[in-house]
């Protein structure tokens, strides 16, 4: 009854206080009838309590979302399954969903009547605007009998997880030439017949050695040809991707960080698709997926990945190692010194292919936010060591940045590569 009489609401509270006040003066005045109103003014929101209490002890709650998994910018839909299975049908419920802001508003339902034993369905709208894992609820219940003199608060659904991946964006293509045997080219090479023996012939790179030219493959096509013996890779590609704080402009959703977020999570959907297992670390070794078989070549394991990831606070590129580990790399860089790039260089193989896209981060920044380094200089450092280099804007497609990456470029004269490097030492 204690529990009962808490929840009476203002209206309820007044109304208790008046029949209470009304039945000292028919006691002091002797008046029977008066003693009956109070009676009456204190029983009404005494009933009303105790209804509402048990109708609100009987409400069962349900909540799903469809689907759970869903890109950014895409709609979900949560759904609610409400019942009561109290022996009086529970009416005036107030209901409000706890609903994160990057997924939409609040949104509340009023529901006069809820039958017994009968299941009411409501559903709302999602409209998730950023990456991330949210968390959907608690659902709140306000119970009400019909005269409002009594309420109470009851959590009906606990939490439901909610998981934004980046958007992928379709792309088409694979880079051309391969590198020391790695890569889609060698693979097909040494699954394309008897032929010779664990052997790849691709074109002379600088650096090559002379004793592994291949004659026969050279006189056939008038250009210098080597031979590979080493079988490709089965490890795939590496994905590095750039989260450095520092290295990016803008907040929210249209920030440089998100925008290479969803390059990273398309290149890896886009080279799983095409037979890579690929291995997504970020620019402090940290990997991300692909640490398994099994997981390299689902596309969920990459995008929850990157849904849950967060910025970092380092501030330099400090390799220490080659992250992609004498294999192929796609590295996504944000705003990139010459010296940082030079920790990348100096641990990738020669002969390893390896692409980068450099993010003009300034084209992103506020008015309030600092400069970024152009990247220029980064980028004719990066080509002169062999890489592949696109840049990129926030106008950019990033099937237009994934296209001229597959576009096969010019390998630096060697004159001109070691007098670059002397004026970088």
Same mark, same amino acid.
């Given at each position: 009854?204690?529990?009962?009489?808490?929840?009476?609401?203002?209206?309820?509270?007044?109304?208790?206080?008046?029949?209470?006040?009304?039945?000292?003066?028919?006691?002091?005045?002797?008046?029977? !009838?008066?003693?009956?109103?109070?009676?009456?003014?204190?029983?009404?929101?005494?009933?009303?309590?105790?209804?509402?209490?048990?109708?609100?002890?009987?409400?069962?709650?349900?909540?799903?979302?469809?689907?759970?998994?869903?890109?950014?910018? !895409?709609?979900?839909?949560?759904?609610?399954?409400?019942?009561?299975?109290?022996?009086?049908?529970?009416?005036?419920?107030?209901?409000?969903?706890?609903?994160?802001?990057?997924?939409?508003?609040?949104?509340?339902?009023?529901?006069?009547?809820?039958?017994?034993?009968?299941?009411?369905?409501?559903?709302?709208?999602?409209?998730?605007?950023?990456?991330?894992v949210h968390r959907v609820g608690p659902l709140m219940a306000r119970v009400t009998d019909p005269f409002g003199l009594a309420e109470f608060e009851r959590e009906l659904a606990g939490h439901n997880r909610l998981v934004v991946v980046p958007r992928?964006?379709?792309?088409?293509?694979?880079?051309?030439?391969?590198?020391?045997?790695?890569?889609?080219?060698?693979?097909?090479?040494?699954?394309?017949?008897?032929?010779?023996?664990?052997?790849?012939?691709?074109?002379?790179?600088?650096?090559? !050695?002379?004793?592994?030219?291949?004659?026969?493959?050279t006189a056939r096509r008038d250009e210098l040809m080597v031979r590979v013996e080493e079988r490709p890779w089965r490890g795939g590609t590496t994905v590095l991707l750039d989260r450095r704080s520092a290295a990016h402009r803008g907040s929210g959703?249209?920030?440089?960080?998100?925008?290479?977020?969803?390059?990273?999570?398309?290149?890896?959907?886009?080279?799983?698709?095409?037979?890579?297992?690929?291995?997504?670390?970020?620019?402090?070794?940290?990997?991300?997926?692909?640490?398994?078989?099994?997981?390299?070549?689902?596309?969920?394991?990459?995008?929850?990945?990157?849904?849950?990831?967060?910025?970092?606070?380092?501030? !330099?590129?400090?390799?220490?190692?080659?992250?992609?580990?004498?294999?192929?790399?796609?590295?996504?860089?944000?705003?990139?010194?010459?010296?940082?790039?030079?920790?990348?260089?100096?641990?990738?193989?020669?002969?390893?292919?390896?692409?980068?896209?450099?993010?003009?981060?300034?084209?992103?920044?506020?008015?309030?936010?600092?400069?970024?380094?152009?990247?220029?200089?980064?980028?004719?450092?990066?080509?002169?060591?062999?890489?592949?280099?696109?840049?990129?804007?926030?106008?950019?497609?990033?099937?237009?940045?994934?296209?001229?990456?597959?576009?096969?470029?010019?390998?630096?004269?060697?004159?001109?590569?070691?007098?670059?490097?002397?004026?970088?030492?």
């Amino acid at each position: 009854m204690r529990r009962a009489l808490s929840g009476l609401s203002t209206r309820g509270r007044c109304l208790l206080a008046a029949g209470i006040a009304a039945a000292l003066c028919a006691v002091v005045l002797d008046e029977r !009838d008066l003693l009956r109103v109070a009676v009456f003014l204190v029983a009404l929101p005494m009933l009303a309590a105790v209804l509402a209490a048990r109708s609100q002890v009987r409400l069962l709650a349900v909540r799903r979302l469809l689907p759970e998994r869903v890109p950014v910018g !895409d709609g979900a839909e949560a759904e609610l399954e409400l019942r009561s299975r109290g022996r009086l049908p529970a009416g005036g419920l107030l209901l409000e969903d706890g609903v994160p802001y990057a997924l939409g508003g609040r949104p509340r339902f009023v529901v006069e009547r809820l039958p017994r034993n009968q299941a009411m369905m409501l559903r709302y709208p999602l409209r998730p605007v950023i990456r991330g894992v949210h968390r959907v609820g608690p659902l709140m219940a306000r119970v009400t009998d019909p005269f409002g003199l009594a309420e109470f608060e009851r959590e009906l659904a606990g939490h439901n997880r909610l998981v934004v991946v980046p958007r992928v964006a379709a792309l088409s293509g694979m880079p051309t030439g391969s590198g020391l045997g790695a890569g889609e080219d060698g693979s097909l090479l040494m699954r394309a017949g008897q032929g010779e023996d664990d052997a790849v012939v691709r074109p002379y790179r600088q650096g090559d !050695d002379i004793r592994k030219v291949h004659w026969r493959s050279t006189a056939r096509r008038d250009e210098l040809m080597v031979r590979v013996e080493e079988r490709p890779w089965r490890g795939g590609t590496t994905v590095l991707l750039d989260r450095r704080s520092a290295a990016h402009r803008g907040s929210g959703p249209t920030s440089s960080l998100e925008w290479a977020v969803a390059l990273a999570a398309s290149v890896c959907v886009h080279l799983q698709r095409h037979g890579h297992a690929v291995r997504l670390v970020t620019e402090d070794g940290v990997v991300l997926a692909g640490t398994s078989a099994q997981a390299a070549h689902a596309d969920h394991v990459v995008l929850d990945a990157l849904a849950a990831l967060g910025a970092s606070h380092h501030r !330099d590129l400090a390799c220490g190692a080659d992250p992609g580990h004498g294999h192929e790399m796609v590295a996504v860089l944000g705003a990139t010194t010459p010296a940082a790039v030079g920790e990348l260089i100096r641990y990738r193989p020669r002969g390893a292919r390896s692409l980068a896209v450099l993010l003009e981060v300034g084209a992103w920044a506020t008015g309030s936010e600092e400069s970024a380094p152009d990247p220029g200089d980064a980028a004719r450092l990066l080509r002169a060591a062999g890489w592949r280099v696109a840049l990129a804007r926030p106008d950019t497609p990033m099937a237009a940045v994934w296209n001229e990456l597959c576009q096969p470029g010019a390998v630096p004269a060697p004159a001109m590569t070691a007098g670059f490097f002397r004026g970088w030492a």
